[in-house]
């Protein structure tokens, strides 16, 4: 008998995003946004803490940051919107409600185009909100610590439309996002330092139909490897029990990824809005922003990374190449001085993308460790003066990530000086003729090759630091006598 046939069906997946905004202080309070690698809960205050009867107050830095990240995701940003306290119990929220904003947020309706094996994809924004983030729970056996640094932190929420069908577009769409937020300096969107998660709703439906069925949303995926894997999974989990049952789930779910399992875990049914008594923080006025305002928030937009990795690749860099620049800007930085500087892409490359990165990575350091632009500049006027040869100004930047000392003064304290005193590179001039007979008759014989031998010679006893142009500058003048 022939086997009941299982209809076609697709995936449907959308994103919540959450992203940690650069700012200096951070959303309702002063304190200090930047608590990596400091002791917990020494960047805190009664504020952030969520102390009875104290004052929030917007932050402005990050209000145009999340408007600025709202204009390059192509969205509206909306004249009036409020915020509203989203109340949860947990040991990471001390005030006990979260500042965020529901039914009014920043901006809405956008899109962020991504390309996925060279096809050209589109997924709508639904809205885009700004809240606060909470404290950090770590559990260590039967004990739960608390540090509260990053209470308080401001970020995006990014909403996307269920435009998404596949784990593969999910990861191509959110690393485009990812570009984007850091393009317009709104987040560093560092995924080891927890700056970006993601909430991913999966649900099924039969191919051809528009109805969306109830979905099962996987919470705080923090790597894109994550975001893949948990997808994977969970739409093959769904697949099977449509299968079994015959349908999509009965009502919506939410799941936990278990990475080192490699699988998820129901949480919970899902929360509904009800669950969190949404209402609008009494303590803070509705936010007006002015067409005036978000038109000068426009006119900084740059451009876009696609746009962008497009201009490295016209100026003759590898794709890789021109994604490491749009993906790392402390490197963009770089490379864009050596290059403006030195009007030679291939040069930049090789001193950022090739020396520097090779060098970070060996000495185990990220890109945030890298030497500032003033000394890398300090290092192409010190090659390009003859101060010290190309090589060893290889030698200088290793020494310059090693130890971020200044180029002159690696150069001083290795005494890797070029040698352009006249004198001495005339007397070892002599001392390479009087050694090399052979080669001198050869030169004499018409083999212009032969002279290779002598700079050689010369280049070899000042261990390279000879300046090779006076070299063969004097050379030739001992020839003449
Ligand atoms: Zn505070
Ligand atoms: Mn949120």
């Excluded at 650069?22 to 009664?46: L, S």
């Excluded at 909403?159 to 998404?164: A, G, I, Q, R, S």
């Excluded at 032969?450 to 063969?472: D, E």
Aim: aromatic share 6%; charged share 30%.
């Amino acid at each position: 008998m022939l086997q009941e046939q299982m209809p076609e069906l697709e995936a449907i997946i959308g994103l919540e995003v959450h992203a940690q905004m650069n700012t200096k202080t951070k959303m309702f309070c002063g304190c200090d946004n930047d608590a990596f690698g400091k002791e917990p809960n020494t960047t805190v205050c009664e504020i952030c803490m969520g102390h009875p009867g104290t004052l929030p107050v917007p932050n402005k830095e990050a209000i145009v940051k999340a408007a600025k990240a709202a204009l390059a995701l192509h969205c509206a940003v909306n004249r009036r919107s409020h915020f509203d306290r989203k109340h949860y119990f947990y040991p990471d929220l001390p005030s006990g409600f979260q500042i965020s904003q529901y039914d009014f947020p920043l901006a809405s309706k956008g899109n962020v185009r991504y390309d996925l094996n060279g096809n050209e994809m589109i997924c709508g924004i639904t809205r885009l909100h700004i809240e606060n983030d909470a404290g950090k729970l770590t559990h260590r056996g039967s004990v739960t610590l608390c540090d509260y640094n990053r209470a308080g932190t401001p970020l995006m929420e990014i909403v996307t439309e269920p435009d998404l069908r596949s784990a593969e577009e999910a990861v191509a769409f959110a690393e485009e996002l990812r570009r984007t937020l850091i393009a317009v300096n709104a987040s560093e969107a560092d995924m080891f330092k927890g700056m970006m998660r993601f909430d991913a709703s999966v649900s099924l439906r039969e191919k051809g139909t528009e109805k969306l069925n109830p979905r099962s949303e996987i919470k705080n995926l923090n790597s894109f490897k994550a975001l893949e894997k948990a997808l994977r999974y969970e739409e093959a989990r769904l697949r099977k029990s449509w299968k079994e049952t015959g349908g999509p789930l009965p009502g919506d779910i939410t799941v936990g990824w278990l990475d080192d399992e490699g699988k998820t875990r129901l949480l919970r049914d899902k929360e509904t809005a009800d669950d969190y008594r949404y209402f609008p923080e009494p303590d803070i006025p509705p936010l007006v922003m002015d067409e005036d305002r978000v038109a000068e928030i426009r006119r900084q937009l740059p451009a876009s990374p696609r746009e962008k990795k497009q201009e490295y690749v016209e100026m003759g860099l590898a794709s890789a190449e021109a994604t490491i620049l749009v993906e790392q800007p402390a490197i963009r930085a770089l490379f864009d001085a050596v290059q403006t500087k030195t009007r030679d892409a291939k040069r930049a490359s090789g001193m950022i993308l090739t020396q520097l990165m090779g060098f970070l990575n060996a000495e185990g350091k990220t890109p945030s460790d890298v030497p500032s632009v003033n000394d890398m500049l300090d290092l192409v006027d010190a090659i390009d003066a003859g101060t010290i040869s190309g090589n060893s100004g290889k030698t200088v930047l290793e020494k310059m990530v090693a130890t971020g000392k200044a180029p002159k003064d690696i150069i001083a304290a290795e005494g890797m000086g070029q040698i352009s005193d006249d004198a001495k590179i005339e007397a070892l001039v002599k001392e390479a003729i009087a050694k090399n007979p052979k080669a001198i008759e050869d030169y004499k014989n018409g083999k212009q090759a032969a002279l290779g031998a002598i700079v050689g010679y010369v280049m070899k006893m000042t261990n390279g630091q000879a300046n090779p142009g006076k070299v063969n500058k004097l050379l030739q003048k001992a020839l003449k006598k």
